[in-house]
C-alpha cells in the first residue's frame, strides 16, 4: 500500500468492550492513517447491550486514541468498509480456535470486495483468554472483571446484572 493513505476498519459486536479489544484498536491505531470502530447493529449473536450504548462505551473507552471514528453498521461489512473508503479490516486473532472462523469470513469478505486486505493482529498475550462472552458470563455469576474491561463497562455490567 505505498503512498496509499491506509484507512483500516475494526468491527465487532463490541457487546461489550474489552481491555483485549482496546490493545487491539490500538495496534490498529498505530498502523492506519485513518481508524474506524464499528458496532455490527444487527448482530448474528443476542446483544446484552443496544448498538447505541456500545458504541458510546466505545467513545468512552477510546479517548486517548485521538481522531478514532466510532461509529455502527447494519448489513455486509464490505459494504460499510466500502462506504468509508476502508482498505484493510482489522480482526483480533487469540487462538487457533478463532482462526477457521475468522479465515473463512476473511476470505468471504475478500471475495465479496477484492478491494480490501484483512489483517490480523494478536493481543497481548495477557488478554489472549478474554473474550466478551465470558466477562458477561463472570459478572452474571457475581465475579470481579476488573482488569478485563475497562471501569465505565464494568458500571454498565453491574447495571444490567
Ligand atoms: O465481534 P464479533 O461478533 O466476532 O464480530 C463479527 C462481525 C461483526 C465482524 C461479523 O459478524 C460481521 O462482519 N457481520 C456483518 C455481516 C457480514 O458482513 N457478514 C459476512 C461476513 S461472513
Redesign the pocket.
Known sequence: MANKKIIGLY?????PVTNGHLDIAKRAFDICDELHL???G????RALFPVEERVELLKKTTKHLPKVKISS?D??????AREIKANI?F?GLRAVSDFE?EF??AL??RS?HPGIEVVFLVPNEKFIFLS?SSIKEVAKLGGNVKGFVPAVVQKALKRVY
Open positions: 468491527p465487532g459486536s463490541f457487546d464499528a458496532v455490527v444487527n448482530p448474528s449473536k453498521f448489513g455486509l461489512l464490505v459494504n460499510y479490516i480482526r472462523f473463512q469470513m468471504i469478505n465479496l466478551s
